[in-house]
C-alpha cells in the first residue's frame, strides 16, 4: 500500500485520504447532543464509519432523537417526561377523585370527614374498590395523605373535631336550669290564687322558654340549623300538654264555658328531663364519633350506631318514665302521663335529627303530631254544625274509651315511631357524624 494515498490493487484508495477525512469528522463538534459522549480513540459504532457513513458507503440518516438529552424528552430521568407523566395521571382514579371532591379534602380537619363526605356524596364500599381500596375509610386515608397541608398537620389534635368527652357538673348546669325554673313554678302555681297565680305562670313560662333557648344554643342539642316552624310546632305542642285534654273535654261536654287549669305535671317532667336529653345525645355524638373512627367501612359502622341509636333512644325513654312517674306521685298524686312520655320521646328524636343535619325531617314529625292534636278539638267544633256531627264521632270515640289523653298520645307516639324509623336509616350513614355537631361545649 503506498503512504501517498495512490490507488492500490483493486481499486481502493489508499490509507492517506481516509485518514484525513476521519480527523475532519472527529474535531468537528457534535450537533443535536446536549452531553456528547467522549470518544476513545479506535472506537467506532458498529455497522457505521467514523465519517458517518454505514458500511457500504452511503451516507447516514439524521437521527430521529437529534435534540433529546439522554436522560429522555422533557428531562424526565424515568424517560417518561411531560407526556408520561399525564399518561400515569389519568390512569390514576384517586387522582380523579381528588380532583372532583379537591375542596372537601382541603377543607377536612381528618380522614374521617373524608370519608364522611364521600359516603354523602353516594360513594360505597363496592365502589371505592374502583378506586383500589377495600373501602371507603382507606380511600379517605389516601385522599388526605395526598392533599398538601403545610403548617395544617402541626395542629393539636385538640383542635380538631373531635368531641369532647368530659361530661362534668359544669358542662351539666346549664341544663339542669329548666327543671328548676318548672319545680318553681309549678310550686307558686300550686301554692297561689288568682291574679298572683297568674303573674306567677306566665313568669314561670316567660323564664323556661329563656332557659330552653339557652339549651339548645349549645352543648350536644345545638342544631347548626334548624328548618323554619320547628320552634312554633313544639310551642304548640307543649302548650296542648298544658291545656290541651282539658279543652277537648269540655268541648265534647258543650263547652267551654270557662278556661280550665293547666296540667303542670306532664311540663314540669319535660322541664326535668332536659339534663337527661342532653346527656343522652353526649353519648350517642361521642360514640358514635369513636364508632367512626374505628371503622373499616360505612357497613361496618352502620352496623354498629343502629344499635347504638336504638339504646340511647331507650335509655332517655327509660329516665324520662321515671321522672315522669316521680312527678306525677308528687304533684295531686297523678299517675304517670303516656302522652309526656310520648312527647318527651318525640322531643329527643327531633333534636337528634336537627343536630346531626336532618332539621326538616324533624320539623316534618313536630308537624304532624301537631297537626293531629289541632284536629281533634277542630273536629269536635265542626260537628256542631248541622249535618256534621258525623266528624265528631270518632273523636267521642277515642275519648270515651280511652280518655282524652289518648289524643296526644297517639298523635306523638305515631309521629316518634316515623321520626325513629327514619333516624335509624340516616344517623347510620357516616356523614351525620362529621364535623362538630357532636361537640359538647
Not at 382514579?93 to 375542596?103: D, F, Q
Request: hydrophobic share 50%; proline share 8%.
Amino acid at each position: 500500500m503506498s503512504e501517498q494515498g495512490t490507488p492500490l490493487p483493486g481499486g481502493h484508495p489508499g490509507p492517506a485520504p481516509w485518514a484525513s477525512r476521519a480527523e475532519a469528522v472527529l474535531s468537528e463538534p457534535a450537533l443535536g447532543r446536549s452531553a456528547p459522549r467522549q470518544a476513545e480513540p479506535g472506537a467506532f459504532e458498529p455497522g457505521r464509519s467514523a465519517s458517518g457513513s454505514s458500511a457500504s458507503g452511503t451516507p447516514a440518516p439524521a437521527s430521529s432523537t437529534s435534540g433529546r438529552s439522554a436522560a429522555g424528552p422533557g428531562g424526565d430521568p424515568a424517560g417518561g417526561g411531560p407526556s408520561g407523566g399525564s399518561r400515569r395521571g389519568a390512569g390514576d382514579p384517586v387522582k380523579a377523585l381528588l380532583h372532583r371532591h379537591r375542596e372537601l379534602c382541603e377543607r377536612a380537619v381528618d380522614p374521617l370527614e373524608i370519608a364522611a363526605g364521600l359516603e354523602a356524596h353516594g360513594l360505597t364500599d363496592r365502589s371505592a374498590a374502583r378506586y383500589r381500596h377495600r373501602d371507603v375509610f382507606s380511600l379517605a386515608e389516601e385522599l388526605y395523605a395526598r392533599v398538601p397541608r403545610g403548617d395544617d398537620d402541626a395542629r393539636p389534635q385538640a383542635a380538631r373535631s373531635e368531641p369532647d368527652t368530659a361530661w362534668n357538673g359544669r358542662a351539666a348546669l346549664p341544663y339542669l336550669l329548666p327543671g328548676a325554673l318548672g319545680a318553681l313554678t309549678a310550686a307558686g302555681l300550686a301554692t297561689t290564687g288568682g291574679p298572683l297565680r297568674a303573674a306567677i305562670g306566665a313568669a314561670g313560662a316567660a323564664g323556661l322558654a329563656m332557659a330552653l333557648t339557652v339549651c339548645l344554643r349549645r352543648g350536644p342539642l345545638r342544631a347548626g340549623r334548624t328548618a323554619r316552624g320547628t320552634r312554633a310546632w313544639t310551642g304548640f305542642l307543649l302548650a296542648y300538654a298544658l291545656f290541651g285534654d282539658g279543652l277537648l273535654v269540655r268541648l265534647l261536654a258543650g263547652g267551654p264555658d270557662r278556661p280550665g287549669p293547666p296540667d303542670t305535671a306532664p311540663l314540669l317532667g319535660l322541664a326535668l328531663a332536659v339534663a337527661p336529653a342532653a346527656w343522652c345525645a353526649h353519648l350517642f355524638a361521642v360514640r358514635a364519633r369513636g364508632r367512626l373512627a374505628t371503622s373499616r367501612g360505612v357497613a361496618d359502622f352502620a352496623a354498629g350506631a343502629r344499635p347504638l341509636l336504638l339504646g340511647v333512644v331507650a335509655l332517655h325513654g327509660a329516665v324520662l318514665t321515671g321522672l315522669l312517674a316521680l312527678v306525677g306521685a308528687a304533684v295531686d298524686d297523678a299517675s304517670l302521663s303516656g302522652a309526656a312520655l310520648a312527647l318527651g320521646t318525640l322531643l329527643f328524636l327531633a333534636r337528634l335529627l336537627a343536630v346531626h343535619g336532618f332539621p326538616r325531617a324533624a320539623a316534618a314529625g313536630l308537624l304532624a303530631a301537631a297537626a293531629i292534636e289541632a284536629l281533634a278539638p277542630a273536629a269536635v267544633l265542626a260537628g256542631r254544625l248541622p249535618g256534621c256531627d258525623p266528624l265528631a264521632r270518632p273523636v267521642r270515640a277515642v275519648v270515651d274509651t280511652w280518655g282524652a289523653a289518648a289524643v296526644p298520645t297517639l298523635a306523638c307516639a305515631a309521629a316518634a315511631l316515623a321520626l325513629l324509623a327514619y333516624a335509624t336509616a340516616v344517623l347510620a350513614r357516616a356523614s351525620a357524624h362529621a364535623g362538630g355537631a357532636a361537640t359538647t361545649t
